[in-house]
Nanobody, 129 residues
Framework: QLQLVESGGGSAQPGGSLRLPCTNSGFSLVFFAIGWFRQAPGKEGEGVPC????????NYEDSVKGRFTISRDNAKNTVYLQMNNLKPEDTAVYYC??????????????????????WGQGTQVTVSS
């Protein structure tokens, strides 16, 4: 079972920044598109951004456009979620997940946020003053 590992969560003030890495120690993520999801208490889970396997294509939800940036360093087997200008409504547990089947590296695996397969355990982000 492939399990991803998120880190970097914590507390921030409104307007602050956090960066969340997502990695996996036993399996290469280079074959997969990766998405970030978040779950706030009492709210439905929400897909945030995703990135194709080669990093050429990204998609963002309107709620985070212009504030969050997803990127990846395949040499480090890590996908990053850079979160700037944080708002209290960004408070949630953030999860990364594979959102494609494995593709050969010659092809960009596209995002399919309706198809998360392998997940991480989540990392808490709290934004408050």
């Amino acid at each position: 079972q492939l399990q991803l590992v998120e880190s970097g969560g914590g507390s921030a003030q409104p307007g602050g920044s956090l960066r969340l890495p997502c990695t996996n120690s036993g399996f290469s993520l280079v074959f997969f598109a990766i998405g970030w999801f978040r779950q706030a208490p009492g709210k439905e889970g929400e897909g945030v951004p995703c990135i194709s396997s080669g990093g050429d294509n990204t998609n963002y939800e309107d709620s985070v456009k212009g504030r969050f940036t997803i990127s990846r360093d395949n040499a480090k087997n890590t996908v990053y979620l850079q979160m700037n200008n944080l708002k209290p409504e960004d408070t949630a547990v953030y999860y990364c997940a594979t959102v494609s089947p494995p593709f050969p590296t010659s092809v960009q695996a596209p995002c399919n946020m309706r198809m998360p397969i392998y997940w991480g355990q989540g990392t808490q982000v709290t934004v408050s003053s």
